[in-house]
């Protein structure tokens, strides 16, 4: 995702961003009273090593609901990381999958957290993809989540709690790297389920599609730096968007939205897009992958072989092996969402006529 060959270029025009990072270094003030409300208790993680299993978060949501993370400690060894899980009442199940493929290193991590919340189930599910390093997809996978459900109208206005906190992270993790002369950057795409409405926020190339009655529908809309609107944004902050490769903001990144990127923070922004769903009966389940996967599989093929997976962790399993198969040459992580709505036994809707 980034030109290595144009870094030295960003790094000698970087002099005419400090102005522009210096301000925005500055809205610390701003992001330390924004966590005082959140609060600054961090997660306490169990670890385990069998997939599938649950981990317990001791740390609370605003609300005071506890956070149950479903995932185990990110695989190191370059094999293929998958599990699953179930709700307790059986109406989601999950699947996850990630593999280091081509790459010499992992740079793409997930979550899956759920928590019981106002006495609604919420649940999160995230893939975020780093690039130039993987810091900044650790750091949102440790934090991202966790201010979300602290923020104060995280269940009375969902949407604005999702893009303050996006936001928020990102200054958050600009503070954390200032003393390094790292640059990393990520993508975020993730979706938020409280109750029966389902919320997909989106920052940088990764990507959700649902399948709604058999049709595959993105949630998302990839950032690119040749998307019209975005290369509008983009030139009209003062950045270039020019061919190296594939199209890149400065030459360089590949995205045009991103977690991270300090030097090209003034046009690759963290703002996420949001989409706002209802659950009904039409929709089956949710593919949330990396480019990874979406470079080589498009989203018809996607979820036609998830929906023939009666398992999300198998599904999320072959897809992956899918986009090895066709040539990935990225990290490939993937995870699919499967709703299981009741339906009425019509043994029980004759006995509810008699009576």
């Not at 740079?107 to 999160?124: A, H, M, P, R």
């Not at 061919?243 to 003034?266: D, I, P």
């Not at 993937?334 to 004759?350: G, M």
Request: charged residues 25%; negative net charge.
């Amino acid at each position: 995702m980034v030109c290595n060959s144009c870094l030295r270029t960003v790094i000698v025009q970087a002099g005419n961003f400090r102005r522009f990072t210096k301000r925005r270094v500055e809205l610390n003030d701003i992001g330390r009273s924004f966590n005082a409300t959140l609060g600054a208790t961090y997660l306490l993680n169990r670890t385990f090593t069998t997939t599938g299993k649950m981990m317990v978060d001791t740390g609370a949501s605003a609300k005071g609901g506890l956070i149950i993370d479903m995932l185990p400690e990110k695989d190191d060894d370059g094999g293929y990381a998958t599990g699953g899980w179930k709700s307790e009442d059986g109406k989601l199940s999950c699947g996850y999958s990630s593999f280091r493929g081509k790459r010499a290193s992992m740079e793409d991590f997930y979550d899956v957290k759920t928590s019981k919340i106002d006495g609604q189930i919420v649940c999160l599910f995230g893939i975020f993809d780093g690039h130039g390093g993987s810091r900044a997809a650790e750091f949102l996978k440790e934090h991202l989540f966790v201010n979300l459900t602290r923020h104060p109208q995280f269940m009375t206005d969902t949407k604005f709690a999702i893009s303050e906190t996006y936001q928020q992270t990102d200054m958050d993790f600009l503070e954390s790297e200032k003393d390094t002369y790292r640059d990393d950057g990520s993508t975020a795409s993730t979706a938020v389920l409280v109750g029966n409405h389902l919320y997909v926020a989106n920052v940088g190339d990764s990507r959700t599609v649902t399948s709604k009655a058999g049709k595959a529908i993105p949630l998302s809309e990839d950032h690119k730096p040749n998307r019209s609107d975005e290369r509008k944004r983009i030139e009209s902050a003062g950045g270039v968007v020019m061919w190296a490769g594939t199209w890149r903001v400065g030459g360089v990144l590949a995205m045009s939205r991103a977690f991270g990127n300090r030097m090209l923070k003034q046009f690759v922004v963290a703002e996420p897009e949001i989409q706002d769903q209802v659950i009904d009966e039409e929709f089956e389940l949710l593919v949330l992958a990396s480019d990874g996967l979406w470079d080589v599989v498009p989203n018809e093929d996607a979820v036609s072989l998830a929906r023939t997976e009666e398992e999300p962790e198998a599904a999320a399993r072959k897809l992956t092996e899918m986009a090895f198969t066709r040539g990935s040459a990225d990290n490939i992580t993937c995870i699919v969402v499967k709703f299981h709505h009741q339906k009425t036994d019509p043994a029980d809707l004759k006995h509810d006529q008699k009576e």
